[in-house]
């Protein structure tokens, strides 16, 4: 038995195929393993019935299955939204949301405990960095959830990397476990179906662009001048709107694909007229779209949520100059479902 197992989900297809040739398997063995545990939604290898006991017990010696355990699991009133605590192996934790819709079933997944970058109303921002999750623990939250369906039969549709921690902070990791999570003899998630969220990590958003991944695209802007968005997110200081705007510019013109920013209205904070008219004039002519959700207050930072009317205001001022901009419910609320925000509570 080694001494260090590795966890499981932490491998690629290709290096699971090295290893049982190191070992003398069959070649077929690699996708009789990874159908396994990527579409039969196994735990554990005892499950696999079509492969030998030996080689079983030798992947239980070798491996680990189970990285993440469910902890606090809330539901919302209306039981479309449920959020998950995962305790990590070394006990730090995370958070990962389901939210169902009609027939879709999106996964909001986390890719570092905690933070760096300090964003003043983020939860996750103000308890700061632990550290980056592998490729594997970004993976075994989907395949939690995929278990879980599988066994109502129904499938996650989409995800989004817009849970605890900045993807691009994690960039290699974070690319990584969306290739696996792609793998058609796996989960064959199309890259369609995901939205990586980013601060706005100006190189990150430069190199993405280059990937040729149909994987989609936010950017948090928050604020439409550089003093307001240093006071929100501390990163603009290094990465100042001018720069972020260039890169968002590239990223277009190289990938076709339209851009989500994304806005909390906070009131009488970043949800004026001038706020509106600012930001208008910074995407006019860009291919993209405004998400925009009322703030979800959090213990850290004292502003609270905009109002409706101002929301549809700010709205009205983006779509008169042609950006489409949607108004996003945010839901779950009572169930702290805003990044980071059960994870402080525990
Ligand atoms: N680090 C990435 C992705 C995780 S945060 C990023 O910042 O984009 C996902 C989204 O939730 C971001 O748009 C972030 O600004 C937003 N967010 C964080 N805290 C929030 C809060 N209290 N209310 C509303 N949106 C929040
Ligand atoms: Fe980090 Fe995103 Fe929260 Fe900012 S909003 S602190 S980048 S998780």
């Known amino acids: 038995?080694?001494?260090?197992?590795?966890?499981?989900?932490?491998?690629?297809?290709?290096?699971?195929?090295?290893?049982?040739?190191?070992?003398?398997?069959?070649?077929?063995?690699?996708?009789?393993?990874?159908?396994?545990?990527?579409?039969?939604?196994?735990?554990?290898?005892?499950?696999?019935?079509?492969?030998?006991?030996?080689?079983?017990?030798?992947?239980?010696?070798?491996?680990?299955?189970?990285?993440?355990?469910?902890?606090?699991?809330?539901?919302?009133?209306?039981k479309q939204t449920t959020k998950t605590m995962f305790r990590l192996a070394d006990n730090l934790a995370i958070e990962t949301v389901l939210m169902r819709y009609q027939k879709r079933r999106?996964?909001?997944?986390?890719?570092?405990?905690?933070?760096?970058?300090?964003?003043?109303?983020?939860?996750?921002?103000?308890?700061?960095?632990?550290?980056?999750?592998?490729?594997?623990?970004?993976?075994?939250?989907?395949?939690?959830?995929?278990?879980?369906?599988?066994?109502?039969?129904?499938?996650?549709?989409?995800?989004?990397?817009?849970?605890?921690?900045?993807?691009?902070?994690?960039?290699?990791?974070?690319?990584?476990?969306?290739?696996?999570?792609?793998?058609?003899?796996?989960?064959?998630?199309?890259?369609?179906?995901?939205?990586?969220?980013?601060?706005?990590?100006?190189?990150?958003?430069?190199?993405?662009?280059?990937?040729?991944?149909?994987?989609?695209?936010?950017?948090?802007?928050?604020?439409?001048?550089?003093?307001l968005r240093n006071s929100l997110l501390p990163i603009n200081k290094k990465y100042p709107l001018d720069e972020l705007m260039n890169a968002c510019r590239g990223y277009v013109d190289l990938t076709h694909r339209r851009i989500t920013f994304e806005w909390a209205l906070i009131y009488d904070v970043n949800d004026s007229l001038e706020q509106a008219m600012k930001l208008a004039g910074l995407l006019k002519g860009l291919l993209c779209h405004v998400n925009i959700i009322p703030l979800n207050p959090t213990q850290g930072y004292g502003g609270g949520a905009t109002t409706r009317e101002r929301a549809k205001i700010f709205q009205s001022v983006l779509e008169a100059k042609g950006i489409p901009c949607t108004i996003r419910v945010r839901r779950g609320i009572e169930i702290q479902a805003g990044c980071g925000q059960l994870v402080t509570e525990v």
């Open 1 to 78: 038995m080694s001494l260090e197992k590795r966890n499981f989900y932490d491998l690629d297809y290709e290096e699971l195929e090295e290893l049982l040739q190191t070992w003398g398997e069959p070649a077929y063995r690699v996708k009789q393993i990874w159908t396994g545990f990527y579409q039969r939604m196994k735990d554990n290898p005892g499950g696999l019935s079509n492969i030998p006991k030996a080689l079983r017990e030798k992947l239980s010696d070798q491996f680990t299955f189970r990285n993440l355990t469910a902890e606090a699991k809330l539901n919302s009133k209306d």
């Open 106 to 227: 999106t996964l909001c997944i986390s890719t570092q405990a905690g933070c760096a970058l300090g964003c003043v109303f983020c939860a996750t921002g103000q308890m700061g960095f632990r550290r980056n999750l592998s490729s594997g623990e970004i993976v075994e939250q989907v395949v939690a959830f995929e278990r879980i369906l599988s066994d109502i039969g129904e499938s996650l549709t989409n995800i989004v990397v817009m849970g605890m921690g900045e993807p691009f902070h994690n960039y290699g990791n974070t690319i990584t476990a969306i290739n696996r999570m792609n793998h058609p003899e796996g989960m064959n998630i199309g890259a369609r179906r995901f939205t990586i969220s980013t601060v706005g990590l100006v190189p990150e958003i430069v190199r993405f662009a280059r990937e040729n991944k149909q994987v989609n695209l936010a950017v948090s802007l928050h604020a439409a001048d550089d003093e």
